[in-house]
T-cell receptor, first 112, second 113 residues
């Protein structure tokens, strides 16, 4: 069990659908992250929120839209995704730099 | 482009042996280094972190850092089949105010019973 909780665990959606991935942590961490991971590749950073403000956007396409409603929650809104967006989406949190990041179990996303 | 290099493996060791996993990095200013274990189909799990030159031990795991040579390693003593996984080295970016880490591509470890 991890202290970073992600829902749903699996998601299948069509290219015209809108869906959201959710992430929650109750460790009091002030930095939260979204990563994308393809098979046999390392995690690839997408977004970083620090103290509920977006601090890093790694040139992610606008079909991915992050949101941080409060210090414990992080959402990733998905719209008009492409088949190549199928991947494991990981949420992580850390107390602050340079503290290590703790990952959730991930959401496995499949785009039809 | 900051780089973190790992041998992709697989590294095969017999049960009970010491597994040695290595990682080199290009950003000489890096100060924070992390090792994650990732089982197939699962998320990365933090194993060790190290900030200072030298060794840091935690149970069967020892992280070693040599900033002058820009490498960090992970030793696993008394390797068990359950240690079979991909081990990711991660190095914190030195850009001011960022929380970004760069991950290596990982080394696949196979512990043979």
């Amino acid at each position: 069990d991890t202290e970073v909780t992600q829902t749903p665990k699996h998601l299948v959606m069509g290219m015209t659908n809108k869906k959201s991935l959710k992430c929650e942590q109750h460790m009091g961490h002030r930095a939260m992250y979204w990563y994308k991971q393809k098979a046999k590749k390392p995690p690839e950073l997408m977004f970083v929120y620090s103290y509920e403000k977006l601090s890093i956007n790694e040139s992610v396409p606008s079909r991915f839209s992050p949101e941080c409603p409060n210090s414990s929650l992080l959402n990733l809104h998905l719209h008009a995704l492409q088949p190549e967006d199928s991947a494991l989406y990981l949420c992580a949190s850390s107390q602050d730099q340079p503290q290590p990041q703790h990952f959730g179990d991930g959401t496995r996303l499949s785009i039809l | 482009q900051k780089e973190v290099e790992q041998n992709s493996g697989p590294l095969s060791v017999p049960e009970g042996a010491i597994a040695s996993l290595n990682c080199t990095y290009s950003d000489r200013g890096s100060q924070s280094f992390f090792w994650y274990r990732q089982y197939s189909g699962k998320s990365p799990e933090l194993i060790m972190f190290i900030y200072s030159n030298g060794d840091k031990e935690d149970g069967r795991f020892t992280a070693q850092l040599n900033k002058a040579s820009q490498y960090v390693s992970l030793l696993i003593r008394d390797s068990q089949p359950s240690d079979s996984a991909t081990y990711l080295c991660a190095v914190k970016d030195t850009s001011g105010g960022y929380q970004k880490v760069t991950f290596g591509t990982g080394t696949k470890l196979q512990v043979i019973p």
